[in-house]
């Protein structure tokens, strides 16, 4: 917890730990203190043998001595009480470790998740956790939907007396706060996860928890249309948007990239475009931010390839669009293998942004990725090189939709908060709560914390692209789209291209080195 009230989990050693090995230490500090303290028993009785020889004029020098061995700084028993007290440092510090869950989202999350263990002592449990899911996720919908229901009553009821405002306002509060209390804690996070585990049936405890929901997103593959041929177009005209010196500015041109409609966006921004933004610095060299918008598209398989089909293969470890799009943008812009690259991305962008860092390493120079509002995609370990840093609002249901709780590593960091402490307005929906703009606010609040020891490494590799003041950023826009008509017509040379039609497939450059 840093000083901002923010959550930090990953990001270096002060993360990477071994309780066992923490309780083992604190067994022996114990021990060494129990072996302390019969030596300090031993030496009272030594004295108190010796104490008539001890008060003669020849005895005073051993005396002494012995005070100072019995009572001193070295002494046996204060030596003793040191380590005990080192001892329980040392348990606390495990509490700590351990209680990074809330005690009842740990239970919660065994028995729904499921241990081989817990199902060999309780023979029916997997019966009852399946059983246990549905309940969760009934009771769920049917407050819900009695909600929204009793709100549409008594908004028809209350209209020819003229409360229909007030009534309305009523119920809407009364639904935010159910579904406060739905997300809070990591709930949402239990419910996908218990989903998974009563749709996969008795094999699901042969499947680690963290695994489930990829799982389950494949074999229901089936239901998702294979994504249609892709194509990256160049933007005429893009607007020129500001250098990022934070990662705020960062976060605010993902959302200036969203399309019309977004509260964030440049008007004229067409759907599905990707910013790449070149970074001059005073001394000449040159880096890169790459911003990658989230889900804007409630098909599965429509013209703009940010559509929530793109959500459920990156969830599920598919082959989708966007990942091979912003590769292809990246080559379209000219970036270079030894130019530093910052990936940035909302939602689903921030899910695209670590596939690429993950399909480029050793091609690209990725220094650093940002995600605000994404789910833990791909759930592989990132390339040692690169730094990583998500970003979540406690509010946000979206971060839980993998079914896992946030976890990091030593390049791999998560740091989570409320965007209403920092200075954003309460929400109204969870819509609301997963807004961009709100993640803007929440990241300047990491800005101020960046001189955490866990924040250090990732604030300098984003500092080596984001460069001294004096740095100036040229913006360049790439339009992916599923457009038939632009997929089937070469963007140079205005000329069908049947051939490379005819193959299927996003027609967009594999991972490969730039030119």
């Given at each position: 917890m840093s000083d901002g009230g923010l959550t930090i989990v990953g990001g270096g050693h002060p993360d990477v730990v071994d309780t066992a090995e923490m309780e083992r230490a604190v067994t022996l500090l114990d021990r060494v203190a129990d072996h302390l303290d019969v030596a300090d028993r031993a030496l009272a009785v030594a004295v108190d043998a010796a104490r008539p020889a001890l008060v003669t004029e020849d005895g005073r020098a051993a005396s002494a001595a012995l005070h100072s061995a019995r009572?001193?700084?070295?002494?046996?028993?204060?030596?003793?009480?040191?380590?005990?007290?080192?001892?329980?440092?040392?348990?606390?510090?495990?509490?700590?470790?351990?209680?990074?869950?809330?005690?009842?989202h740990r239970l919660m999350r065994v028995v729904v998740g499921g241990e081989p263990m817990l199902d060999a002592l309780f023979p029916t449990l997997p019966l009852a956790r399946p059983l246990l899911g549905l309940a969760t996720a009934g009771a769920a919908s049917v407050?819900?939907?009695?909600?929204?229901?009793?709100?549409?009553?008594?908004?028809?009821?209350?209209?020819?007396?003229g409360?229909?405002?007030?009534?309305?306002?009523?119920?809407?509060?009364?639904?935010?706060?159910?579904?406060?209390?739905?997300?809070?804690?990591?709930?949402?996070e239990l419910l996908t996860l218990g989903l998974a585990t009563t749709?996969?049936?008795?094999?699901?405890?042969?499947?680690?928890?963290?695994?489930?929901?990829?799982l389950l997103v494949r074999q229901l593959a089936w239901l998702l249309p294979e994504p249609s041929p892709t194509v990256v177009v160049p933007r005429v005209g893009a607007a020129q948007l500001p250098a990022p010196r934070d990662l705020a500015m960062v976060v605010a041109n993902v959302g200036r990239s969203y399309r019309d409609g977004s509260v964030a966006a440049v008007p004229g921004t067409p759907d599905g475009t990707i910013t790449i933004q070149?970074?001059?610095?005073?001394?000449g060299s040159v880096s890169w931010v790459v911003a990658v918008p989230g889900t804007q598209s409630p098909g599965l398989n429509g013209v703009n390839p940010m559509d929530v089909g793109t959500d459920a293969r990156l969830e599920g470890d598919l082959p989708e669009s966007m990942t091979p799009a912003v590769i292809e943008a990246m080559r379209l812009a000219g970036i270079r293998e030894d130019d530093p690259v910052m990936l940035a991305g909302h939602s689903q962008g921030g899910m695209v942004a670590t596939s690429v860092a993950s399909a480029l390493a050793g091609t690209y120079r990725i220094a650093a990725v940002l995600t605000v509002g994404s789910p833990d995609i791909p759930r592989g370990p990132m390339p040692p090189g690169v730094q990583v840093l998500h970003v979540r609002d406690s509010g946000d249901i979206a971060p839980q939709s993998d079914g896992r709780p946030d976890r990091g590593t030593s390049n791999v960091r998560v740091v989570s908060g409320e965007a209403e402490a920092a200075g954003a307005p309460p929400v109204r929906n969870l819509v609301e709560a997963h807004s961009v703009a709100r993640y803007v606010r929440l990241t300047e609040a990491v800005d101020a914390e960046l001189d955490d020891p866990q924040l250090r490494d990732f604030a300098r590799a984003a500092q080596t692209v984001l460069g001294p003041p004096g740095t100036t950023a040229t913006t360049q826009q790439f339009v992916a789209t599923r457009d038939p008509d632009v997929v089937a017509t070469d963007q140079i040379t205005g000329l069908p291209r049947p051939d490379r039609l005819a193959q299927g497939g996003p027609l967009t450059a594999p991972p490969g080195r730039s030119r």
């Open positions: 009572e001193g700084s070295a002494s046996p028993g204060r030596c003793a009480h040191e380590a005990r007290a080192i001892g329980r440092c040392v348990r606390a510090a495990v509490v700590t470790y351990d209680s990074a869950e809330s005690g009842v407050a819900l939907r009695a909600g929204a229901l009793e709100t549409v009553l008594r908004a028809v009821w209350a209209v020819p007396a409360r229909a405002d007030d009534v309305v306002r009523q119920r809407v509060r009364t639904l935010q706060r159910l579904a406060a209390v739905l997300v809070a804690d990591g709930r949402a749709l996969l049936g008795p094999r699901a405890a042969r499947i680690p928890p963290d695994l489930r929901v990829p070149r970074l001059q610095k005073p001394d």
